[in-house]
């Protein structure tokens, strides 16, 4: 790119003069002076020149409380303003919407020239204060085409489109003629598909004219088009430009961006690179999102590498649309080091990477960015809060999710229904159930998404009657079911073995409420067959329902297998299940234990050689509790805890009382111990260890709230039904099936999970 260069309109002997005096500014004179570091030099008063350039600074700057004062002192000294400063002045009123201080900037001015008067309305048309600028109109004795311009653009770009248009009128009248400012502003202010004829007239009215031709003007009729969803018809007059500029181009890459039609988005962009077209980011970044909308990474990579290429990579209107990109395509490595790109990262580029954090289940790392982004203070935007709520759902964490939902209420970027669906997904997911029927029950009309949302609530903790009770009340609103909502019904009545009903409302979906059930509502019918026992039923779904069985469908057989210990269906379930996903880790844990509880030793040491050979390995239990706003997590046989011999002594002692009636059946963890192995393992199971702390650490009188990240053994299920009972404690415990209520000796899935 060439230097930049005087124009050659200026003589070089008159720079050069003009570098001499600017040499003999006095130190006292800075850009980033105020007026009160500013004295005016002795000698100075007539010419002025210096304090007007400071004026002008000051205005630029927008400190116009500094301007005020500095302009008193030049009163005082008798400098002249000159008009270069008005108009910077008045700039910064309309800029800073400061109506008090344009306004005495207006009484200022005397018998300004047409000019001055023209920055004046303009500067009333940025205030919004259109009393004063139709008085001044009104007032001034020679208008010209800019006059009537300015005040139509002021009306038209704050939405005033009766009053822009009743001035456009009164121009036509008088004869005066229309420019092609005038036109482009009218243009840019229709937005929308009821203001569609009145742009049609405007396209009409702009022929007439001459302008037909005016690349602005004819590029404002084209974005007009695509806004008012008039997408054939923009292209129409795209294709008969006879010269074309980027906001041409990428208003009608937007528009198809926007309309879903991702395709004939990208046609333009190649189209551009055969026309040998000037690209900037804002083509890079529409380009980028249509290719994210259609997961085309390929493409993508190779847009990619021309940005880096033109160096735009730091920018943050094409790095965010990159990052978002590789979120969309799950190459979350490239997301983050094309984030780290980003010089300025913005609400956007914090809120993809932050949804990528989530989409990997990387939900700690999701949270420690948000807390960074508070302590700064920066700008967050609503998908920002989605996704930590969506994290604090997750990891099950009640106060960081509140404080969330509180600073999104604060800033004002929480929509009230929707905010209150994903609060009681929220609650729900963290064991406070009356929280969630408090958030449900205050919206005065729920959506689909919250009535989804609290069924789907009561049927994650076991409370089929209350999820059906409130299904049949949704039968009742303007609300229709979705997926998702049969998705919560079919889960409550597996979960309580509710089959009969469970298959009426598969059989309903379509025919009563229109809605095509899907493979995972078939998985949920064969979970309900086979956590009833009824193994052949579920064995015969999978093979005869209108799908391919996927590898839920058998992993759902197999763990109905495993519970009512089928060794012969289990052997199927599990062959199909690992064709199907030879890395599943349940699938060979669940068929190891199968073996183990029919003493098939060898068969059971053979899927574990499997699993080394394949390099797999059980995920690691954890369980964790919330403490005074504190997590605790605890892994099997844990001992890192400070209060590790508190939680072992408490532990000793109950199981003392629980010894007698623990189980010798074979347990997940390892089925080749001898029993006093055994016994100590169960006893350093993580559950066991958080409920034990949870004893030692919270008042009788307040629940202990437990969540695990795999499904809690047979063991422990019983050991904290006894522990509620001998404690009077209430317990919670949520594993990655459900919620389990324990009080006074009894679990609120009645044993059936």
Not at 275 to 299: H, R
Request: aromatic share 8%.
């Amino acid at each position: 790119m060439a230097s930049p260069s005087l124009p050659p309109s200026v003589p070089l002997q008159t720079a050069a003069a003009a570098a001499a005096r600017f040499a003999r500014i006095p130190s006292s004179v800075s850009l980033k002076s105020t007026s009160s570091s500013f004295k005016i030099p002795h000698g100075q008063q007539q010419q002025g020149q210096l304090e007007n350039l400071h004026l002008v600074s000051l205005s630029k700057q927008g400190k116009l409380k500094e301007a005020r004062d500095f302009l008193k002192q030049m009163d005082e000294a008798g400098v002249l303003v000159n008009h270069h400063s008005y108009e910077s002045l008045l700039e910064a009123c309309g800029k800073m919407a400061s109506l008090s201080d344009g306004r005495l900037i207006h009484r200022r001015l005397g018998n300004p020239s047409r000019y001055l008067e023209n920055c004046v309305l303009k500067m009333y048309c940025a205030c919004e204060s259109f009393r004063d600028a139709e008085e001044l109109f009104d007032e001034m004795l020679e208008k010209d085409v800019a006059s009537w311009g300015i005040l139509i653009s002021g009306y038209s770009q704050k939405g005033r489109l009766k009053e822009a248009f009743r001035l456009c009128t009164r121009m036509i009248e008088l004869g005066i003629g229309l420019n092609s400012t005038v036109f482009t502003n009218l243009l840019k202010s229709l937005s929308d598909p009821s203001v569609l004829e009145i742009g049609e007239q405007l396209h009409s009215l702009v022929i007439r004219t001459g302008l037909s031709t005016n690349v602005s003007v004819i590029t404002a009729i084209s974005n007009m088009y695509v806004k008012c969803r008039q997408l054939q018809r923009a292209k129409l007059v795209f294709d008969q430009m006879v010269e074309t500029n980027a906001v041409a181009w990428t208003g009608l890459m937007m528009g198809y961006t926007r309309a879903g039609k991702q395709k004939d988005a990208l046609a333009l962009f190649i189209r551009m690179l055969k026309e040998g077209v000037e690209m900037d980011q804002f083509v890079f970044s529409i380009t980028l999102k249509a290719c994210s909308g259609l997961e085309y990474l390929n493409l993508g990579r190779q847009i990619h590498g021309y940005i880096v290429k033109l160096g735009l990579e730091s920018d943050v209107s094409v790095g965010t649309p990159v990052v978002d990109l590789y979120i969309k395509c799950s190459c979350f490595d490239s997301a983050r080091r094309a984030f780290k790109r980003i010089s300025e990262p913005n609400d956007a580029s914090w809120s993809a990477i932050i949804t990528g954090y989530c989409q990997i289940g990387e939900f700690e790392k999701s949270l420690q960015i948000f807390r960074s982004l508070r302590l700064k203070d920066m700008a967050m935007n609503s998908f920002i809060y989605t996704s930590i709520i969506q994290a604090c759902s997750a990891l099950a964490d009640y106060n960081m999710g509140a404080q969330a939902h509180a600073d999104a209420i604060k800033r004002g970027l929480v929509s009230y229904v929707h905010g209150e669906s994903a609060m009681i997904t929220f609650y729900s997911k963290c064991g406070r159930l009356d929280y969630a029927n408090q958030a449900f029950e205050s919206i005065d009309e729920p959506d689909t998404v919250a009535w989804t949302a609290i069924i789907c609530g009561h049927a994650y903790h076991g409370n089929a009657s209350e999820a059906l009770k409130l299904f049949r009340r949704m039968q009742s609103s303007t609300a229709r079911p979705n997926e998702v909502t049969f998705i919560g019904v079919l889960t409550a009545c597996s979960h309580s073995g509710l089959v009969t009903e469970a298959k009426l409302y598969l059989e309903s979906m379509s025919r009563e409420y229109g809605v095509d059930p899907t493979i995972d509502h078939y998985d949920c019918m064969v979970d309900a067959y086979a956590r009833a026992g009824l193994l052949q039923e579920a064995y015969e779904l999978v093979k005869n329902m209108p799908f391919e069985p996927d590898a839920m469908s058998w992993k759902c057989l197999l763990g109905g297998c495993w519970i009512h210990r089928n060794l012969e269906l289990g052997e199927i379930a599990a062959e199909n299940l690992l064709q199907l996903d030879p890395d599943d880790t349940a699938g060979y844990i669940l068929m190891f234990n199968l073996y183990g509880s029919h003493g098939k030793w060898d068969e059971a040491a053979r899927v574990r050689s499997v699993m080394g050979a394949r390099k797999l390995k059980k995920e690691l239990s954890c369980s964790w509790i919330t403490v005074k706003g504190k997590v605790h997590r605890f892994v099997v046989g844990d001992k890192h805890h400070p209060r590790t011999d508190d939680i072992y002594r408490k532990l000793k002692e109950l199981n003392c009382s629980v010894t007698d009636v623990e189980s010798i059946h074979l347990t997940e963890e390892d089925v080749s111990f001898g029993l006093p192995e055994r016994k100590q393992l169960l006893m350093e199971h993580s559950e066991r260890l958080a409920i034990a702390f949870g004893l030692i650490s919270v008042p009788n009188n307040v629940p202990i709230v437990i969540f695990k990240n795999l499904r809690a053994c047979k063991h422990c299920h019983d050991f904290a039904k006894h522990v509620s009972m001998v404690t009077g404690h209430r317990i919670t415990i949520r594993d990655s099936c459900r919620f389990h209520h324990f009080h006074l000796g009894k679990c609120s899935c009645d044993d059936y999970w």
